[in-house]
Structure formats: structure tokens, C-alpha cells
């Protein structure tokens, strides 16, 4: 897709010079710079833990900079609020996009306006005409009384930009704005990023699909470790020199598959495994040291096929048998006990116990292996585990004692592949394991479980990342409509294959 900026040499809208930030004497952003300008994409780039999220709470008013300045329309803000950064017309939409699920799009779009002018009584009615002038100038298919809750993420992301805009947008910024949106979504999407660039509106670009935001951008900022170590036109970018501007490294993307004996006898058998309304007729044997992987557009019934393997959803009909014993079905704990590991989609919210320290999570799913009698654990043992995981998995944090909640993205994952490997699993199922990872820490959690299965372990990875599962998997099912209709192995796999195939 090709972009048209705004005019060359366009003045800044927003400026930001030598800032700096520190927490607890840790340095968060190190004398960065960036300018952003009327009708310019700009992505923004950096592994987890780069400085990106303070320098947008900066920007936005939530943090206040120890150093350095903000500019808007080329003048010195004196103190950045969120107040302020609103009335400059500075948005920020974030994965969670801060919508009201019981509201209406309509009302989503129009309530934040009014709560931003301070007016005492909110009349639907009088600001409905906003929303419906703001949905018909982006020509977009929005049903103004669903319910929000209700919608796909699509259109969830679409009214939360309706909102920005009905907020006098200038400047937005997109948090891993297509991490959940389809292929054809994601082309709906940067159609409306055009339209934005048509009115001027600066866009920064915040992902970790490297593809995408240098098809998207025009301009590339990169962080590492709070510096800014790159930046330039787009056209002075490749995925390769961006991920190693991000990492400092040469990342190898290669396919890495280690040889699995074609003779062993199966692990996992599924059996015509059936949930109306979800999938149909699933079956396939997943053998000791087998990377699996399963892929489909959205909606495809992969999830639930991972959900039902774990008991998390009850299959109505057919089977499940790990080292030749049945699985009872829709049960989590004999899921558990028969030797599966399941990695949820969410980790925020299904895989991780945020308040918790580090340590408390990566016990949570095996507290009967480490207990010394009934009502006690063994303190012995649970040291070993958690220091052993902390550091085969490279959790990056102060200590085990550290809060789940102050980690990133990459080092969240690693904590709910650390709580699963504790149980020592014999087949570990991982749902999007690397959504919203950076590709350094991405290419170190699929290390760990090629390690995994080098071993001995049998591992099936959901996800819609296609050259991440080229890189490790031993075979590649494909769903579509709930039922499996292609099986990639060996040479056979290949990313423009598994893609055509999932488009068709």
C-alpha cells in the first residue's frame, strides 16, 4: 500500500527534545528526540523495555520528563498534562483501546468530548449528529447503536479512533494497533489511515510487526535501552536493518527444526474431536520433540481447538489420549494431571497473576509438586524451580520478588512459559505465544522451546504469525470454518503457501 504524506518539509506538529526520564535511578529515556508532522506515519520502534511507553506517557502528560522540552507547533510547552496533551489535540489509543463495553458506539465516541468540555448534563441526542458527521466523513460501516461490547475488534479499534478525531485529533498515537485484526482488517485499517493523512492528522505507528509498519510508514524512529539509536525516511529500512537497530544484533530468522524420529510412537492423539459451532472432526497425533503448529484466519476455530485439548471448553464428541490414556474432557485439573501445559492467548488476564511477584507465578500451576505434605511447601524445592526458570528463561527484572505487573510485554510471556514448565508437561500448547513480543525477545521464547523439544516434549503453537511458525514448526495444520483443511510437514513448508491457502 502506498501513502501520501503531507507536504515536504511541513512544520512539526509536536516536537520533543533531549528528553530524559529516570525511575529509581534507572535510565528510562536517555536525550530523545522526535518530530512528528502533519500527515506523516511515523513508527516508532524498539524491543520491549526500550523507553517507548515513557516517552508516549510523556508526550500524552501522564509522565513529567526530567529533562529536555515539548514543542507544539514549534512552541515550548512549559508543562505537559493530560489536559494539556488533550487540548493540543495529542490521542493515544492503546491495545485495550479504553472504550466502554455497556455503551454505545455512539455514545463511546461523543462521551469523552463532553466530559473533556466539563459540561454538567450529557444529552444523547444533542451529540449523537457528532458521531454520525465524524463515521460518515471516513466512510465508515460502524452501527452507531451496537452495543461495544458487542463488536469484533475491528470495529472496537474504529470507534475508538472516531472518538480521537471527534476530539480534534492532530496527533495519534496506534498501540500494536493490528495484533488482533485479520489480514483483510488490517488492509480497513490503513485504507482509514489514508483518509487520516488526508486531514492532516500525524500517526505514530507502535508494533512489533515489522512488515506492516514499513508498509504503512514514512518515517522510522528507533529506540534501544532509552536511546534513540536510528532514524530516517522508510525507505532506508529493510525488516532485517530494523531489527537490528532494535535488537543490536543480527537476529536469525531461519528455519530451525530439529529431526523428530518418524517412527516413535504418538504422543497426543485427537480424534474426530467435534464442538458444534466451533470445529468439527479434528484429528491429528502429535509425536515426542513435534513442533505443531495451527493457524487460521480469526474466527477459524483455532482458539477453541486449543481450549477444548485443555478442558477449558468440553468437546461434545470425540477423544483425546496422551501417552495412550484418555483425557476426560472440558475437566482444566485432569487436563493438568494427565501432563498439558496451555499457555492462554490473554496473559494479562487468564495467564498471570499481575499483583503477584514473580516467584508466586511461576509456582501457581504447581504447588502439588512442590508440596511437603498437606497443608505446607517444600521451601527447598520451590527455590529450586523458581531460581532455576528465572534463569533458563532470562526473565529480565530486579529480582523473582519483583511484581508481574512492572515487567514487559517479552518478559510477562516468559513468566507464563516458566508457571507451565514448572509443571513439567508433556505436551505444552501455547496460544499466540509471541503476540505483542519484540522480535529480540520473540526469537529467544521460540530458542526455548526448540530446547523444549529437543528434549522430548511436544509442543503445539497457535498462531497467525506464519514465518514464526516456518522457523519451528515440523508441520503446520490449517483452519478454516472449524475444520482442518491443509497439512504442511517437511519441505512443504513454506510462508506464501501457508498464506495462500489460509486466504482462499
Known amino acids: 500500500m502506498t501513502t501520501d504524506p503531507g507536504p515536504a518539509g511541513a512544520p512539526p506538529v509536536l516536537e520533543v527534545r533531549g528528553v530524559r526520564k529516570t ?3 534507572v535510565v528510562a529515556l536517555d536525550g530523545v ?48 498534562t493530560p489536559m494539556t496533551a488533550l487540548r493540543a489535540g495529542i490521542q493515544v489509543i492503546y491495545q485495550d483501546f479504553s472504550l466502554f463495553p455497556n455503551l454505545t458506539v455512539a455514545e463511546n465516541i461523543v462521551l469523552p468530548a463532553a466530559i473533556a468540555a466539563r459540561s454538567r448534563l450529557y444529552r444523547a441526542k444533542r451529540l449523537r449528529p457528532s458521531a454520525e458527521r465524524i463515521v460518515q466523513e471516513l466512510g465508515l460501516a460502524l452501527d452507531l447503536d451496537a452495543e461495544v461490547g458487542r463488536l469484533s475488534v475491528a470495529d472496537r479499534q474504529l470507534t475508538a479512533i472516531c472518538r480521537a478525531l471527534v476530539l480534534d485529533a492532530r496527533v495519534i498515537f496506534m498501540d500494536e494497533p493490528t495484533t488482533a485484526l485479520t489480514h483483510s482488517e488490517v488492509q480497513r485499517l490503513f485504507d482509514l489511515v489514508r483518509r487520516l493523512q488526508g486531514r492532516g492528522v500525524a500517526l505514530v505507528f507502535v508494533s512489533h510487526k515489522l512488515e506492516e509498519v514499513l508498509t504503512v510508514s514514512q518515517e522510522v524512529t528507533v529506540l534501544r535501552s532509552g536511546r534513540l539509536v536510528a532514524h530516517g525516511a522508510v525507505e532506508e529500512f529493510d525488516v532485517r536493518s530494523l531489527t537490528e537497530a532494535m535488537t543490536g544484533r543480527e537476529v536469525d530468522d531461519s528455519r530451525v527444526v530439529v529431526a523428530v524420529d518418524p517412527a516413535a510412537e504418538p504422543l497426543l492423539e485427537v480424534d474426530s474431536l467435534t464442538l458444534t459451532g466451533a470445529f468439527t472432526d479434528v484429528t491429528f497425533d502429535l509425536r515426542p520433540g513435534e513442533v505443531l503448529g495451527l493457524t487460521g484466519l480469526l474466527g477459524s476455530g483455532r482458539g477453541e481447538i486449543a481450549e477444548a485439548l485443555f478442558g477449558v471448553l468440553k468437546a461434545e464428541s470425540g477423544s483425546v489420549r496422551l501417552a495412550g490414556r484418555r483425557v476426560a474432557p472440558g475437566s482444566i485439573q485432569a487436563s493438568i494431571a494427565a501432563g498439558l501445559g496451555y499457555v492462554p492467548e490473554d496473559r494479562l488476564t487468564q495467564g498471570l497473576f499481575l499483583d503477584k511477584p514473580i516467584s508466586d507465578n511461576i509456582i501457581a500451576s504447581s504447588l502439588g509438586e512442590h508440596a511437603r505434605g498437606r497443608l505446607f511447601l517444600s521451601a527447598q524445592r520451590t527455590a529450586e524451580t523458581i531460581s532455576r526458570l528465572f534463569q533458563r528463561l532470562r526473565i529480565k527484572a530486579p529480582s523473582v ?8 510485554g517479552g518478559n510477562a510471556q516468559r513468566v507464563v512459559l516458566a508457571k507451565w514448565l514448572a509443571t513439567n508437561p508433556r505436551v505444552l500448547i501455547l496460544n499466540g505465544p509471541t503476540v505483542g513480543v519484540d522480535v529480540g525477545s520473540k526469537e529467544e ?60
Open 401 to 408: 520478588a519483583a511484581p508481574v505487573r512492572s515487567l514487559s
Open 23 to 25: 525511575f529509581g535511578g
Open 33 to 80: 528526540s522526535m518530530a512528528l508532522r502533519p500527515g506523516f506515519v511515523h513508527c516508532l520502534a524498539g524491543e520491549n523495555g526500550c523507553g517507548k511507553s515513557t516517552l508516549i506517557k510523556i508526550i500524552s502528560g501522564v509522565e513529567s520528563a526530567d529533562a529536555g522540552e515539548i514543542l507544539i507547533d514549534g512552541e515550548p510547552v512549559s508543562r505537559m
Open 445 to 504: 521464547i521460540l530458542q526455548i522451546l526448540r530446547e523444549a523439544a529437543t528434549a522430548g516434549m511436544g509442543v503445539i503453537m497457535i498462531s497467525d504469525d506464519v514465518p514464526e511458525l516456518v522457523s519451528i514448526c515440523h508441520r503446520v495444520l490449517i483452519v478454516r470454518r472449524g475444520e482442518i483443511v491443509a497439512d504442511f510437514e517437511g519441505d512443504s513448508i513454506d510462508t506464501h503457501r501457508i498464506q495462500e491457502v489460509m486466504a482462499a
